[in-house]
T-cell receptor
Framework: EAQVTQNPRYLITVTGKKLTVTCSQN?????MSWYRQDPGLGLRQIYY???????DKGDVPEGYKVSRKEKRNFPLILESPSPNQTSLYFC???????????FGSGTRLTVV | EDKVVQSPLSLVVHEGDTVTLNCSYE??????LLWYKQEKKAPTFLFML????IEKKSGRLSSILDKKELFSILNITATQTGDSAIYLC???????????FGKGTRLSVIA
């Protein structure tokens, strides 16, 4: 089944403890992206990648890192999480940047 | 800066009603407008619109784009409780610029 898989689905962590949220797609999509969704603010893009080894900042990249070493994986790294990064995170992929996105099931992160 | 504004923010209707959701946008070098439905988890794709005046239809849902007035509407006829969700509108500009999302319209359909 064609899908975008995120892990974990839920995560509660403490301030400053590095964490990684993984994202993997099995559709051979070139384009991958991370969004965060917050009440009243909608979906905001964190980072995106148009292909392997190519990443770009989205609207809210501060406090996040990404890497795209291989086409299928696009992990989101929080080096030193803070409470304002408590949010619902979605990974998405697309055949190219101009096609519709397929979203992962989301990761609900709480930083205390 | 690219911008998408959806209205209303929230809507409650009875089963069987018809609803119209609005999306207006400002984007540099418009390429496409997309509608997504988000229930409890991931947004799922509904429509992609690129040309003015051509209605896209899927069952009770339909959508149309007006590139002159810079808006789109999503219509849902004979609503059902299963239509309850957040409906997201997004636009894409030229090149591989990322999708810009609106804040969504929360639709609640009550029996």
């Amino acid at each position: 089944e064609a899908q975008v898989t995120q892990n974990p689905r839920y995560l509660i962590t403490v301030t400053g403890k590095k964490l990684t949220v993984t994202c993997s797609q099995n559709m051979n999509h070139e384009y991958m992206s991370w969004y965060r969704q917050d009440p009243g603010l909608g979906l905001r893009q964190i980072y995106y990648s148009m292909n392997v080894e190519v990443t770009d900042k989205g609207d809210v990249p501060e406090g996040y890192k990404v890497s795209r070493k291989e086409k299928r994986n696009f992990p989101l790294i929080l080096e030193s999480p803070s409470p304002n990064q408590t949010s619902l995170y979605f990974c998405a992929s697309s055949k190219s940047g101009i096609h519709s996105y397929t979203f992962g099931s989301g990761t609900r992160l709480t930083v205390v | 800066e690219d911008k998408v504004v959806q209205s209303p923010l929230s809507l409650v209707v009875h089963e069987g009603d018809t609803v119209t959701l609005n999306c207006s946008y400002e984007v540099t070098n418009f390429r496409s407008l997309l509608w997504y439905k988000q229930e409890k988890k991931a947004p799922t794709f509904l429509f992609m619109l690129t040309s003015s005046g051509i209605e896209k239809k899927s069952g009770r849902l339909s959508s149309i784009l007006d590139k002159k007035e810079l808006f789109s509407i999503l219509n849902i006829t004979a609503t059902q409780t299963g239509d309850s969700a957040i409906y997201l509108c997004a636009v894409q500009g030229a090149g591989n610029t990322p999708l810009v999302f609106g804040k969504g319209t929360r639709l609640s359909v009550i029996a």
